[in-house]
């Protein structure tokens, strides 16, 4: 198929070009296009310029908007012929630097897959007969190997060469030979990685419930309609929500659309990715950061090419290359992982709105538990609103008990898996049906401390204390990564008398090993999903009831469809109530509902023990009830008293630098000059400035952190403060202090 970049060289009559370069620089540079490089070169094609001394990566994005006044370089060379993105993506772009305050050039670094290095890197050699079948009895002066390489060909015509060594050992010599005298063609093609290979066959599309077909009738209607059309698709767990994009997609691709999906994690890729590919076949593409480079770039390729038209895939798929996008689908909504930390700070579901927004398509935003701020403009009438209110499949949603931790010590000893728990994993077990134990904790405690002296082992580059992990023997950071050897002794007094507290994974996997010795049991987290398809096998054994117990942390909880699971345990449901954040509660209901929700979704009931101290909490008691309703409306009070979102918004401003002094010195600067910025333009009404303050998390991989929040009422003043804020810290704020903006911050930490 045809490439069809949009060419730049007939729009710039002086050859001049406008390219944003993977360099922390808020402008874009323009450069040259030499003749000898202007044809078929278009918007989105990287290429290679002089910034200074350096050759550095860059991305056309049009022709050149002005000429400027110095002297222009050259465009080096192209660093391939396919484009990232076409035209209709350079403003969504400029919108994501605009709005995150962040380098352009960083957008397309944290947004693009990087191109590839090296010669062959996505290319594999291919072996072909170029003989009739009658023809390759005849060649009578070839050695064993040669006939060997040509009878194995014979039978299928052509093959990768390294499917053939596997057969022939070292056969390239022969090869060479074999290619010289025309026997076979031996030539490169584009590899295929294809992530969803092993797509199972589809079962037919079930019979609509009325609310699906309801939801279904809306969409259709607006798809038809063409523009911008957001949706809030709000259905419990179990509604069936899968199947109403499934229908939302068919429709968008009879309409000659493309479609994409973005899910909050990449283990629900997957079986999301899969559910398309059956419905839809192999044009689904696949993306996320957990595919080789390679199948990454390749997947993007397809799509930049039109091969594909619909992409399935987490956080970074928003940038995903469709042209003609009518339809984008945001599964949980709700989900934190939305959210960039690193890089580009963007929130996926917010960019994805404001992309349905550019390319005219309708976007539906899916969840069992909507984020209050998309609940409350749904009510507001600026989303449409779909309600699925009923679980598809034959059980209605759990009952949920609230287990009272107070009343289930047991002697001195206060039980991980309480009495009432401990006896429903017992009958689950014994009906043959699967469990799900929730604990969002990794490692074996979270605090390790000498009793003597109380010294609490931390780590060396943040502030923050060292996890214990006891099968590896080692203290870990699970913020920067260091590690150290199990300590024997305390280093300030010498005592052996070493503990530790904070119950994590680690210790619950073990406890329930031991409690119920005969069922198969495994944990996922980060840790034991550490490598590449680790997660989907573990996921892929508990769908097969190869698993009896599965533990995990929040990647269990939500979107998976386990119909075998009939018992579901919360274990610590207080912990995410504890984090110092205005939207703990919101956090804590949210990870409940949805973890009770992969309870009792095939043909037998299921139930819910949430372990507690707090049962009185309107976030747990909320849960219990399957309440959205109630919880929405204590929670938005909550947020009106204290002007949090969504009647506000929010930014951060992170200060950090790896000298303590200059760092708190900057803070103090910046927070003065936002004074100064809000007085002089009268904002005083509209935003307010809390801090500077050191991050509670004062300090992180070496760098030392002070912050500032930003509170405004409506956008425009939080804008114009910012834009006034980078203007007047033109030359820095301190020396080796760097200021990031972090818009709508998921959290203070
Ligand atoms: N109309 C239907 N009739 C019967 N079964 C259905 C129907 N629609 C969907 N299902 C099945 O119901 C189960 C739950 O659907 P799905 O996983 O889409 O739920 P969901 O709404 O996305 O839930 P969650 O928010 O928990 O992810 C799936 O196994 C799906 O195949
Ligand atoms: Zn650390």
């Known amino acids: ?65 002005a000429t400027p006044t110095v002297t222009i370089k050259d465009v080096n060379a192209i660093l391939d012929s396919w484009p990232r993105f076409d035209a209709a993506l350079v403003p969504f772009f400029r919108w994501l630097a605009d709005y995150y305050q962040h380098p352009i050039g960083e957008v397309f670094r944290t947004a693009l897959p990087t191109p590839r290095s090296g010669k062959n890197d996505g290319q594999e050699y291919w072996v072909t007969l170029n003989l009739t079948g009658a023809d390759v009895q005849k060649p009578g002066r070839l050695g064993p190997k040669a ?171 928003v940038f995903a290359p469709l042209a003609d996008l009518g339809l984008i689908v945001v599964d949980e909504e709700h989900d934190q992982s939305y959210k960039n930390e690193g890089g580009l700070p963007y929130q996926a579901r917010d960019a994805a709105l404001y992309r349905g927004q550019l390319a005219g398509a309708v976007t539906l935003l899916g969840s069992a538990t909507p984020s209050v701020t998309t609940y409350y403009r749904a009510q507001r009438g600026k989303y449409q609103y779909i309600s699925l209110p009923e679980r598809v499949t034959p059980q209605s949603l759990p009952q949920v008990h609230l287990v ?87 280093p300030q007094c010498q005592s052996t008398a070493l503990k530790h507290y904070g119950l994590g994974g680690e210790f619950l ?57 009939t018992l579901v345990g919360a274990v610590a449901a207080d912990l995410s109530l504890y984090f110092p954040e205005y939207h703990a509660g919101e956090r804590t209901f949210q ?12 043909d037998r009931p299921g139930q819910v023990f949430i372990q507690t101290y707090h049962p009185e909490h309107f976030a747990l008691t909320a849960a219990q009830r399957h309440d959205y309703q109630a919880f929405y409306e204590a929670e938005l009070a909550a947020r009106r008293d204290l002007g949090y979102p969504p009647f506000t918004r929010l930014a951060l401003l992170r200060l950090q630098g790896k000298n303590a002094a200059t760092v708190e010195a900057a803070a103090h600067k910046v927070a003065r000059a936002a004074q100064t910025i809000l007085r002089t333009h009268n904002l005083e009404k509209h935003l307010r400035i809390l801090g500077p303050a050191p991050a509670p998390r004062s300090r992180l991989k070496e760098q030392y952190r002070w912050q500032i929040l930003l509170k405004s009422y409506g956008r425009q003043p939080l804008s114009a403060l910012l834009d006034q804020l980078r203007a007047s810290g033109g030359k820095g704020w301190g020396p080796d202090v760097t200021l990031l903006v972090d818009m709508d911050p998921a959290g203070m930490q």
């Not at 920067?480 to 050897?485: A, F, I, K, L, M």
């Not at 573990?538 to 117990?549: A, N, V």
């Open 1 to 65: 198929m045809n490439p069809s970049p949009t060419p730049v060289n007939s729009l710039t009559p002086n050859g001049l070009v406008e390219v944003a370069v993977t360099l922390p620089l808020f402008h874009t540079l323009t450069y040259r296009l030499p003749e000898k490089l202007a044809t078929g070169i278009g918007i989105g094609v990287p290429v290679l310029v002089p910034v200074g001394r350096r050759q550095v990566t860059g991305y056309i994005l049009g022709p050149a908007r």
């Open 147 to 317: 006939k060997a390489i040509l009878a194995f060909l014979k039978d299928i015509g052509s093959c990768p060469l390294a499917h053939l060594s596997r057969f022939i050992p070292r056969p390239r010599e022969t090869l060479g030979r074999l290619a010289r005298a025309n026997l076979v063609i031996l030539a490169p093609r584009a590899r295929h990685f294809d992530p969803l290979a092993e797509t199972p066959a589809a079962a037919p599309p079930p019979v609509l419930s009325p609310d699906q077909e309801e939801a279904c009738q809306a969409i259709r209607l607006a798809l038809r309609r063409q523009g911008f059309s957001p949706f809030l698709v709000y259905g419990v767990t179990a509604s069936g929500k899968t199947e109403v994009y499934l229908q939302a997609a068919q429709e968008a691709l009879a309409l000659k659309k493309s479609v994409l999906v973005l899910l909050p994690e990449i283990a629900l890729t997957h079986p999301i990715g899969q559910a398309f590919r059956q419905r839809f076949g192999p044009r689904v593409a696949l993306l996320h950061s957990g595919l080789s480079d390679n199948a990454r770039v390749d997947q993007w390729r397809r799509l930049a090419l039109k091969e594909m038209d619909i992409a399935v895939g987490a956080r970074s798929a």
């Open 404 to 490: 009272n931790l107070r009343e289930h010590r047991e002697g001195r000893r206060l039980p991980i898996i309480s009495a009432p728990l401990r006896l429903a994993i017992a009958e689950t077990l014994s009906r043959k049906e699967q469990v799900l134990l929730f604990l969002n904790r990794r490692g074996y405690a979270n605090v390790y401390f000498c009793l003597f002296c109380s010294h609490i082992f931390q780590c060396q580059h943040c502030s923050v204390s060292l996890t214990l992990h006891r099968q590896e023997g080692k203290l870990r950071c699970h913020y920067c990564g260091y590690q150290e050897p199990l300590p024997v002794v305390c």
């Open 509 to 565: 996997e073990r406890e329930v090993r031991r409690l119920f010795p005969e069922a198969r049991i495994a944990r996922l987290d980060r840790d034991t999903a550490s490598h590449r398809g680790k997660a989907i096998q573990i996921l892929e054994e508990m769908k097969t009831h190869r698993l009896d117990i599965l533990i995990g942390t929040q990647m269990i909880t939500k979107g998976h469809d386990f119909p075998q699971v």
């Open 591 to 602: 990870l409940l509902t949805q973890v009770a929700g992969r309870a009792g979704r095939g």
